[in-house]
Nanobody, 127 residues
Framework: QVQLVESGGGLVQTGGSLRLSCAAS????????MGWFRQAPGKEREFVAA????????YYADSVKGRFTISRDIAKNTVYLQMNSMKPEDTAVYYC????????????????????WGQGTQVTVSS
C-alpha cells in the first residue's frame, strides 16, 4: 500500500518562500517518478513539477520555472518542493503524486501517469 503524506503548507506573503515535503512509503520507488500538482479554487488541477527517483531528472511548468525547485532525498524517501518568490496565483491545494512513467516531459506532466496521490496541503499566498 503506497502512502504519500504531504506537509509544509501554510500562509505566506507575496515574495515569500515555503517548502513542501512528501514522505513516501509502501514500496520501492527506484523506477518511479514523483510529481507535484496543484488545484486552485474553481480551476482544474495542474502540473507543477516532477522528478525521476533514480537520477533526479526534473521537469517544471512554465509558470513556476525559476521560482520552484523540486528535489528528492533517497535515504528519507522524501520529495521536496521549494517555492520562492511566491505570488498570489500560487495559492492552491498542492498534491504529491507517484507513478512509473517514462522520463519525458509529456509523461511527467500527465496526471494519468500517477496512480498514487497524497491528501493535499493548502498553500495560500497573500497579496
Amino acid at each position: 500500500q503506497v502512502q504519500l503524506v504531504e506537509s509544509g503548507g501554510g500562509l505566506v506573503q507575496t515574495g515569500g518562500s515555503l517548502r513542501l515535503s512528501c514522505a513516501a512509503s509502501g514500496r520501492t520507488f527506484s523506477n518511479y517518478g514523483m510529481g507535484w500538482f496543484r488545484q486552485a479554487p474553481g480551476k482544474e488541477r495542474e502540473f507543477v513539477a516532477a522528478i525521476t527517483w533514480s537520477d533526479g531528472r526534473t521537469y517544471y511548468a512554465d509558470s513556476v520555472k525559476g521560482r520552484f525547485t523540486i528535489s528528492r532525498d533517497i535515504a528519507k524517501n522524501t520529495v521536496y518542493l521549494q517555492m520562492n518568490s511566491m505570488k498570489p496565483e500560487d495559492t492552491a491545494v498542492y498534491y504529491c503524486a507517484a507513478g512509473a512513467w517514462a522520463p519525458y516531459t509529456y509523461y511527467a506532466r500527465s496526471e494519468d501517469n500517477y496512480p498514487y496521490w497524497g491528501q493535499g496541503t493548502q498553500v495560500t499566498v497573500s497579496s
